[in-house]
């Protein structure tokens, strides 16, 4: 089996699902010749040609206007939001063109477009290349939203967005894509090249969407988290020797309420992770839905440990992002409750 970075786990995806589906487009800003900021699309132009992969002017709501155009003809694109930070102008066409089209056609239309933008921090990006914005999308009927947190579930989960019949939003943490980081940024950087899920099949497979899966089995705490903050939320159980057990939700939208639900009440403490703001984050519907299905199983209250209410701060980032000290503390301030 092949090992991948999250990138090459990426571009396999797009290569075998436009290679099995003369139907699915890749277009977006740079992602045809110059194969994307990130080279996610390198190569994908030359194989399949300037009409299935090209380049677009800089006018994100025209990528996706077009995109639910060419959907509701027929075809199957997947387009790139070069950075999550830059969808803004796209949000009217995702949350009231995309969206709804299902729905206001009462089922005569789909919308099946994928939506890839790059999303977080840990970069140096600065406030306008490391947002989160995936509480934005999650609030809005219709859409799907998915965020991997390794290369084997990065490919296996965007073959499923692509084969979905209705629109999905797919964030990918940019601070994963070469290597699986636990929020250390002052040690060695480290490669998918060692890590069991930088294994990849090459062909085609499918990881479902709306189910997580436990990353680290434990009886003390259960710790909800997606995209980078899965490894930070395992490195911090090491760390403090705390029995956490670590869900990577992978999906949010549908949310695989039973896992959690299953976790918390054997645990009986639950938090939540997230590298997005705290107000108004996805975390507080986390929070929400495990004192709905488990009050009476908790021991302690369920908190957050998130990114501060604040534009992402360029000079103080790794205070903004929630490492394993931040984490841990955390922790153990609730297992002392």
Not at 117 to 140: C, D, K
């Amino acid at each position: 089996m092949a090992r991948m970075t999250m990138i090459e786990a990426i571009r396999s995806a797009l290569d075998v699902s436009m290679g099995r589906d003369d139907d699915v487009v890749v277009f977006g800003e740079d992602v045809g010749y110059f194969g994307g900021v990130f080279r996610c699309t390198q190569g994908l132009q030359q194989k399949y040609g300037k009409t299935r992969c090209f380049d677009v002017p800089i006018n994100e709501s025209g990528i996706v206007g077009t995109a639910i155009g060419m959907a509701a003809y027929g075809l199957k694109p997947c387009v790139e939001i070069q950075f999550a930070d830059y969808m803004y102008p796209a949000y009217d066409q995702i949350t009231q063109e995309a969206a709804r089209l299902r729905y206001r056609s009462n089922g005569d239309f789909t919308c099946p477009i994928t939506i890839r933008m790059p999303t977080g921090g840990g970069i140096f990006g600065g406030q306008t290349h490391s947002q989160s914005p995936e509480a934005l999308f999650t609030h809005v009927c219709g859409l799907q939203v998915v965020v991997p947190s390794n290369p084997y579930d990065a490919k296996g989960l965007l073959i499923s967005s692509i084969e979905n019949p209705d629109p999905v939003i797919f964030l990918e943490p940019k601070r994963l894509y070469n290597g699986p980081f636990d929020g250390h940024h002052d040690r060695p950087v480290t490669s998918w090249g060692s890590h069991p899920l930088g294994e990849v099949p090459a062909e085609h497979y499918t990881v479902p969407l709306g189910k997580a899966v436990v990353r680290r089995p434990g009886s003390a705490v259960t710790v909800l988290a997606y995209g980078t903050m899965v490894h930070v939320a395992e490195a911090t159980a090491e760390e403090t020797g705390i029995d956490a057990e670590v869900i990577d939700l992978r999906t949010l939208l549908p949310l695989d309420l039973e896992t959690i639900v299953a976790s918390v009440r054997k645990t009986g403490r639950c938090m939540v992770v997230h590298e997005a703001t705290m107000t108004s984050g996805f975390g507080a519907e986390l929070v929400a839905l495990v004192q709905e299905h488990c009050f009476y199983h908790l021991e302690a209250p369920v908190i957050r440990v998130a990114g501060w209410d604040t534009p992402y701060p360029h000079a103080q980032e790794w205070d903004y992002f929630p490492g394993p000290a931040r984490v841990g503390r955390a922790l153990r301030d609730m297992m002392e409750a």
